[in-house]
């Protein structure tokens, strides 16, 4: 049992000096290390005032999906 435990690490480490290949050291540990890029929001600086209003804007539509087909409200938003 040692024996096919070694010998696979054998053949292993044979196909990572293969000629003409370049394998990255610890790749996998790199790929680990990656983070994901930030993103910062900042808060609206504009003041709306005291008599702003939010206006919206909803219709319905109709999707196709797996198990049918469904309508969905949808809806925009903003403010004056």
Known sequence: MVAVAVGSA?????DDLRPGV???PHA????AQKKRPRVTI?????????YAKRECYSWLVTEYRV????VTP???????
């Open 28 to 31: 996998h540990e790199f790929a």
């Open 74 to 80: 949808q809806m925009r938003c903003w403010w004056q």
């Open 22 to 24: 370049a394998v990255a």
């Open 10 to 14: 054998a053949v292993a480490s044979a």
């Open 42 to 50: 900042y808060p609206r600086r504009v003041y709306l005032g005291p």
């Open 67 to 70: 198990s049918g087909t469904v």
